[in-house]
């Protein structure tokens, strides 16, 4: 995720999401951010997120999921 004015970010006002590399890059503008951190509260109490766990901003194109740990076991032969 990045803000506004980050040197070398390929990401910006117009062109929000950008790929370089193994690098994915998230344009977070300060308002979208607060908004991002007000949503995000409940993540203060790690011990009681039920996972799976889905975040959505549709008007911004934006899902970020929570996954158990379980979940990047390797699968058992």
């Known amino acids: 995720m990045v803000a506004s ?3 070398g970010a390929f990401v ?9 590399g193994p ?6 503008p300060e ?5 991002i ?5 409940e993540l203060v109490t790690p011990t009681k997120i039920i996972l799976p ?3 959505n ?8 999921h929570l996954l158990p740990e379980q ?3 390797p699968p058992l032969l």
Do not use: T
Request: aromatic share 16%; charged share 25%.
């Open 12 to 20: 910006g006002p117009e062109c929000p999401y950008a790929a370089h």
């Open 5 to 7: 004015g980050v040197e």
């Open 53 to 55: 766990r889905e975040f």
């Open 31 to 35: 308002r979208f951010a607060r908004r």
């Open 71 to 73: 979940a990047f076991d």
């Open 23 to 28: 690098w994915l890059q998230i344009f977070i």
């Open 57 to 64: 901003w549709p008007d911004r194109g934006l899902s970020i």
């Open 37 to 41: 951190l007000m949503d995000l509260q």
